[in-house]
């Protein structure tokens, strides 16, 4: 099977499935905990049912070199990655569900490009906390404050589901190799990868089509 991919993001991932352009978006989504708090991604929805295939579940968390907490934000220099980001999404939700002005942070509009760049930038001492991953966090020898995570998702809709070359991604998707893979990158938690899930009408994800699920090879 012959897959093209792009990275064009969460929105423009949506839109192309909105138009038919493509047979899956991959997106990241907050956690579910964050995700009603997203209403400006779920506004670009299809309005045909779509089902979300897990591939895995990334710990986002704050970085800094002196162990930050939330709560640290107003007092530190912070520094944001580009809006619309994974990274951003989760951060702008969490603030959402906390009632957080963004103007109460010291550095919130100072936009760098991705998690490596917010990693570099505190570091290197402009700047002292920011949001990444555990393992970007790792990498550049910074502590790391876990508060909230992203689900890595694969959006379809649902009437594909049925369609051969989706259940060949699927099983792919759920095949023990795959999540070796994914377990040896590090940083992904797998375990509900493969998992296929609908949105609530609360908008929340919660599991359905188990008899569509292929088995993995």
């Known amino acids: 099977m012959f897959i093209h991919a792009s990275n064009v993001g969460n929105i423009g991932a949506l839109l192309a499935l909105k138009r038919n352009s ?3 978006a991959p997106m990241d989504l907050p ?5 009603p708090e997203s ?3 779920m506004q670009h929805l299809p309005e045909q049912d779509v089902a979300f295939i897990h591939i895995a579940k990334i710990e986002q968390g ?3 070199r002196d162990g930050l907490a939330f709560e640290d934000l107003f007092n530190v220099r912070f520094i944001n990655t580009r809006k619309d ?3 951003r999404v989760v951060l702008d939700a969490l603030f959402s569900s906390r009632g957080v002005e963004p103007s109460q942070i010291d550095g919130y509009l100072h936009e760098v490009n991705g998690p490596q760049a917010v990693a570099a930038a505190i570091r290197n001492g402009f700047a002292d906390a ?3 991953t555990s393992s970007v966090a790792e990498g550049y020898g910074l502590q790391f404050v876990p508060i909230a995570h992203e ?3 694969l959006a379809v809709k649902r009437e594909m589901l049925n369609d051969p070359r989706i259940c060949t991604l699927i099983s792919l998707i759920k095949s023990p190799i795959y999540r070796t893979i994914l377990e040896k990158t590090g940083g992904y938690d797998c375990s509900q990868t493969g998992m296929i899930r609908s949105l ?8 359905c089509y188990p008899g569509t699920l292929p088995a993995g090879p």
């Not at 956690?31 to 995700?35: A, D, Y």
């Not at 609530?200 to 599991?207: G, H, I, P, R």
């Open 22 to 24: 493509c047979h899956a």
């Open 85 to 87: 980001t994974p990274t």
């Open 151 to 153: 689900d890595y998702e």
């Open 31 to 35: 956690s579910l905990s964050l995700l």
């Open 62 to 64: 704050i970085a800094s």
């Open 130 to 132: 920011g949001i990444c």
């Open 39 to 41: 209403r400006f991604l």
């Open 200 to 207: 609530s009408e609360k908008n929340t994800l919660e599991e």
